[in-house]
């Protein structure tokens, strides 16, 4: 129901279920299996360490339990650990797998692929390249996009390029998602020319990035410092459906990274909600409150709670910051947004009677 309505879990409500199931020391295969596609993306409020973390507990447990795990199981995790960015021994997962009595599919083998080249390690990509070639599986275009991760996570633009080419003369053709990789290692090295450019040579090759792929390059280019190629990437943002939900995953990942500034430039970009009287809604609440939780320093929280207010996105957003304050804690913030209130309150009634006290 929690990702059905906000795209997003809360840690400590899956850490309560994976009590329960230690506590029954029941849980059935696919509930495990739900349990682990939890462990990534949905939670964003996470540092990855902590991610790879609870999906580790998780796995364990499972294990423990003697829970009977099939190639899906193992799929998932990987699909975890490569959202996580968790580093791990690829061949090692892999016989380990094979040890258990699980057949890897070619899936497996293409997530494997994959993990060696989110860290630009071509010769480990080349190993699972050959084994793949030994089994006869298909080499298909998903492979090729994997190689030019590799290149792109490295910054060898030339090498992903002369991949590019070599698909189009084995007869794939390149697609979004095969440039999306040579985009996110634009976005990581912030190569702000390139990607410009590069966005102008794709529209004229009809080519179209969806929301969540473009979120996918800001956010690494936000974690790796280049605010420039943030602002590019964001111009580009069609804000279709859903556009939202994808703010908030990403603002708060971006929080929990310290990569405040760039989180809140997501936020001004989203599209306004609208309450049940045709007014529009006050925005901005769980941005303020993550910074909180996260120990944001008081002076940008001050700082973003006067941008909120001066831009008429939340009047309330020093209120919101006070009472989140005293949600995680944070005694150290409540005489800096006291101050505030009296100061830029004096028009309301709870400013005046604040404004009024010695």
Not at 191 to 217: H, P, Q, R
Request: one cysteine or more.
């Amino acid at each position: 129901m929690d990702l059905s309505k906000h795209g997003y879990l809360n840690r400590e409500d899956l850490e309560s279920v994976v009590k329960k199931i230690e506590k029954n020391k029941t849980v059935s295969s696919s509930q495990g299996l739900y349990l682990i596609r939890c462990c990534g993306h949905f939670l964003p409020e996470e540092l990855l360490e902590e991610r790879n973390r609870l999906v580790n507990k998780i796995w364990a447990l499972l294990l423990n339990l003697e829970v009977p795990l099939d190639i899906t199981h193992y799929n998932s995790l990987l699909r975890i650990y490569l959202e996580n960015e968790h580093s791990f021994n690829p061949l090692k997962f892999l016989s380990t797998a094979i040890e258990r009595a699980i057949q890897p599919d070619r899936v497996t083998y293409q997530r494997l692929l994959i993990a060696y080249c989110q860290k630009g390690d071509l010769e480990g990509a080349t190993k699972i390249l050959n084994i793949m070639k030994h089994k006869e599986l298909e080499i298909d275009y998903r492979v090729f996009n994997a190689i030019v991760m590799g290149h792109s996570m490295m910054g060898d633009w030339e090498g992903a390029n002369n991949v590019i080419s070599s698909m189009s003369n084995i007869g794939l053709s390149p697609d979004a998602d095969t440039y999306k990789e040579l985009l996110n290692g634009y976005a990581k090295f912030g190569v702000c020319f390139a990607i410009s450019s590069s966005f102008e040579k794709w529209k004229k090759m009809n080519l179209s990035f969806s929301d969540e792929d473009l979120f996918a390059a800001l956010y690494k280019a936000a974690v790796h410092g280049h605010s420039e190629a943030v602002d590019i990437l964001l111009s580009q943002m069609k804000k279709k459906r859903n556009y939202n939900r994808f703010c908030v995953n990403v603002i708060l990942q971006l929080i929990t990274q310290r990569k405040e500034d760039e989180a809140f430039k997501i936020l001004l970009s989203m599209t306004p909600n609208k309450t049940v009287d045709g007014k529009v809604a006050k925005s901005g609440r769980f941005f303020i409150r993550h910074i909180i939780k996260m120990d944001c320093s008081p002076d940008k929280i001050v700082e973003f709670c006067r941008k909120l207010v001066h831009s008429e996105k939340n009047s309330r957003a020093f209120l919101i910051a006070l009472e989140a304050a005293n949600i995680f804690e944070k005694t150290e913030l409540v005489d800096p947004l006291l101050n505030e209130i009296k100061d830029s309150g004096r028009n309301n009634s709870l400013g005046s009677i604040l404004a009024s006290q010695p």
